[in-house]
């Protein structure tokens, strides 16, 4: 089958404190500070192979993801920029959704000709972590796309418990829509357990600010609307972007670079400051670290973006005010149930974010077309 395969060199940096596990599996918890020289090949790879507990997926529609941009694109040093788990090579693409070809012998509730999107994070279930309840932070996790095979590619088997059927979109959307829909599930599920699952505390008429105006961002707009948001601010620093967020419904979209940002933020919120704000970028030193006087009592500080360096917080203004920093990490768990309810009933569209949809033989040009981060989406589909 034809596939996207990221290739780099193993070259852990000196002074990294690298564990003889990550040193054995080449599957480090930090990529930036191992892997060099990141390569993007498009080519033939063998076909998968189908294990009783999964399901072997025709992929639809992939996502192309901040994530996978992270993982191609390297420093200045060389390293790649994405500062998670990663292993190379590896099929990558972890935004997707797909038809059931066939089902392995011990799958029960799905069927061939179902439509499912699917969570990335694999998580086993046994852990510690996963037995409390915390699957997106499992302590023997699996991506897919990051650690194991991803779905930029024609076939791809996964186990059946990670899926979740787009039935009730097909019924609005049809089976073609649905199924690019699904490839957005994922984004938007990384947006709902900031937002919903983290601190537990959303209220609606909160004013939100939201930095960064790609799919992650996009889509913590789409929901915060759907759930009854005040004032919506975007920022980021691409006109195209912006202009997106804004026909998504933002009350404003703002460059920004050589602003400042608690003025801005409190000129659009009349002065009472911002509820909850959404670090979406995966520059929290330069989003989140500068905000003092913006934040209202009780603000809540939702972090998501990956990359960039630490922020330094005003931690005693923090106290003073009553602020909640929570960090936000995965889907898993039961945000793919709520999105798709809510794309299945109207309440939201993230197909308004998509600017093309490409066959997977022009991967590679998508990915250099994101470079410039004008688009916010760009859907492959490889079949």
Not at 28 to 47: C, F, H, I, Y
Not at 265 to 271: A, K, R
Request: hydrophobic share 45%; net charge negative.
């Amino acid at each position: 089958m034809k596939a996207l395969t990221l290739r780099a060199e193993w070259a852990p940096k000196p002074g990294y404190d690298i564990s003889e596990q990550e040193r054995a599996l080449r599957r480090p918890r930090n990529g930036n500070m191992t892997w060099k020289s990141p390569a993007l090949e498009l080519g033939n790879v063998p076909d998968p192979s189908l294990k009783p507990d999964q399901v072997m997926l025709e992929i639809a529609a992939v996502g192309i993801c901040g994530s996978d941009m992270h993982m191609y694109e390297a420093g200045p040093d060389g390293y790649m920029l994405y500062p998670g788990l990663v292993h190379t090579p590896n099929i990558l693409g972890h935004e997707f959704a797909g038809r059931i070809l066939e089902v392995g012998a011990d799958v029960k509730d799905l069927q061939a000709g179902d439509l499912v999107a699917v969570e990335e994070i694999q998580w086993c279930g046994e852990c510690s972590a996963c037995r409390r309840g915390f699957v997106n932070h499992c302590l023997d996790i699996e991506e897919l796309g990051f650690t194991i095979p991803g779905a930029m590619a024609q076939y791809l088997p996964v186990r059946a418990r990670y899926c979740w059927k787009l039935d009730e979109v097909a019924e609005r959307y049809g089976e073609e829509e649905a199924l690019v829909m699904g490839a957005m599930v994922e984004p938007t599920g990384v947006s709902y357990q900031g937002l919903f699952n983290r601190l537990r505390n959303w209220q609606p008429g909160n004013n939100v600010v939201i930095f960064g105006a790609g799919p992650i961002g996009l889509a913590a707009e789409a929901l915060v609307i759907a759930a009854g948001a005040g004032q919506v601010i975007m920022f980021d620093p691409s006109a195209s972007r912006r202009a997106i967020a804004m026909n998504m419904g933002a009350s404003a979209a703002l460059d920004p670079i050589g602003i400042d940002l608690d003025d801005a933020i409190m000129q659009y919120t009349l002065g009472r400051g911002v509820d909850t704000v959404v670090e979406c970028a995966g520059f929290a030193d330069k989003t989140i670290e500068p905000l003092d006087r913006c934040l209202s009592v009780n603000a809540s500080i939702i972090d998501i973006g990956m990359g960039g360096a630490n922020p330094t917080v005003p931690i005693v203004a923090y106290k003073r005010m009553g602020v909640q920093y929570a960090g936000s990490l995965g889907h898993a768990g039961g945000p793919f149930m709520h999105v798709i309810r809510l794309m299945a009933a109207g309440r939201i569209d993230m197909r308004k974010m998509v600017s093309a949809r490409l066959p997977l033989d022009e991967a590679l040009a998508a990915f250099k077309r994101l470079e410039s981060r004008e688009d916010a989406k760009i859907i492959l589909q490889p079949n």
